[in-house]
């Protein structure tokens, strides 16, 4: 059955797993929000969980409320070479960090602007990474309710909190911080490398029929 995702910043474990085991819809007439994983993930440094955010630019006066795919990120700030300089501090002891930086650095080079493109390009990456090919169909209007497809929407949400089983792997900073669950992707693609897509395929997606 096919589900409906938001693009997300390099998304949790939870919502890439939906994205391996599930055609994908990607909600593209929303209305951004702010506190969701649209612009920012969670990963683990030395210091324990870390924020990773991506500054955007926000209307003002009348224009009220931004859609999603129309908010531009804030590239003024240097995030991109903050986020990267992060990722390699946090994850260069990583078994696989070297393997994978050659086809993620680019992300964190490049001029583009769009939030929302930024996402999904950032997916065909780790499609790539993964080795499958990430689903490129998209919503053509907004319908708070679907009953067509499972509506997986509320994973971007990073005030909600969503149960899940999934297998604890290592961690780089485990010893010291404890297993951390469902961070972004990108943590267990640094960890666990080749083995990350069948860990993704088996994972249980009990969450998605809430």
Known sequence: ?????HPTYFP???AFSAIVQHDV???AHDNFQKQTYRNRCYICTDQGKHMLNIPIKHV???EGRQKYSEVEMENESKWKKIHWRTLETAYRTSPFFEF???????????PETSLYQFNLQAMQVLGECLGIQIPRDETESYEPVR???LDGRFLVDAKKQIHTDFDPYSQVFEERHGYLPDLSV????????TNSLDYLRRQP???LNV
């Open 60 to 62: 003002g006066g009348n």
């Open 25 to 27: 819809i990607w909600e």
């Open 100 to 110: 994978y930086e050659d086809d993620l650095k680019p992300l964190f080079e490049g």
């Open 12 to 14: 949790s474990i939870a």
């Open 205 to 207: 997606l009990s969450f």
């Open 147 to 149: 009953e067509d497809m």
């Open 186 to 193: 990108l943590d267990l693609l640094f960890n666990e490398g």
């Open 1 to 5: 059955m096919k589900v409906l995702l």
